[in-house]
């Protein structure tokens, strides 16, 4: 792996490496969601929520769209719900 690489896989693991961002991954695997219903679902405010998304769309991790006053997010690299189940695997061996 080249230095490159290496830094870009770094920076998407870091932008999923936080419990709340790990749940936002979770909710929008199954359909994209608006800030508000994803604070809602998580139990949080809506400032923290959009910090925690804004921070995975620079990386690259999700995309958004507007419609009218809400914004709208959806996970753009499908490699992390990938390497996120592998991780999730393997947290359910240990506990077993």
Do not use: F, W
């Not at 419990?19 to 604070?39: F, H, N, S, T, Y």
């Amino acid at each position: 792996m080249n230095e490159n690489t290496a830094e870009h896989a770094a920076e998407v693991l870091k932008a999923v490496a936080h419990p709340v961002r790990l749940q936002i991954v979770e909710l929008l695997q199954a359909k994209e969601m608006c800030v508000g219903d994803i604070a809602e679902a998580l139990g949080g405010k809506q400032a923290i929520t959009s910090q925690q998304l804004n921070m995975m769309k620079a990386k690259g991790v999700l995309s958004h769209r507007r419609d009218g006053a809400r914004v709208y997010y959806r996970i753009e690299n499908k490699n992390v719900i990938k390497l996120l189940h592998c991780i999730y695997d393997h947290c359910e061996q240990k506990k077993g």
